[in-house]
């Protein structure tokens, strides 16, 4: 059982940046890989960031070049850095653990005003 908590979303204005935090109960030293999820308002949940255990990442076309996603092993967490935000940006942001099932964090609200 993996449980993940997520944090360090908030409201802040267009060209701005934030840190999102995501701490898990377990070594994620062995997990495949992580990643950040979104989901926008009447939208679906899409992927935004991958991170694999050997630390290649991958990224969603609309976010790439502005995020970035890195672990910490030690400290049993993953980030999402994001900057020149956009409000299309907007959305709740889940962490995800992808073992021999996915793990799911309760999401953190990121709102960019225009």
């Known amino acids: 059982q993996v449980q993940l908590v997520e944090s360090g979303g908030g409201l802040v204005q267009a060209g701005g940046s934030l840190r999102l935090s995501c701490a898990a109960s377990?070594?994620?030293?062995?997990?495949?890989?992580m990643a950040w999820y979104r989901q926008a308002p009447g939208k679906e949940r899409e992927l935004a960031a991958t991170i694999t255990r050997t630390g290649n990442t991958n990224y969603a076309d609309s976010v790439k070049g502005r995020f970035t996603i890195s672990r910490d092993n030690a400290k049993n967490t993953v980030y999402l850095q994001m900057n020149s935000l956009k409000p299309e940006d907007t959305a709740v942001y889940y962490c995800?653990?992808?073992?021999?099932?996915?793990?799911w964090g309760q999401g953190t609200q990121v709102t960019v005003s225009s």
């Open positions: 995800a653990a992808h073992t021999a099932k996915a793990y």
């Open positions: 377990v070594s994620i030293f062995n997990i495949n890989f």
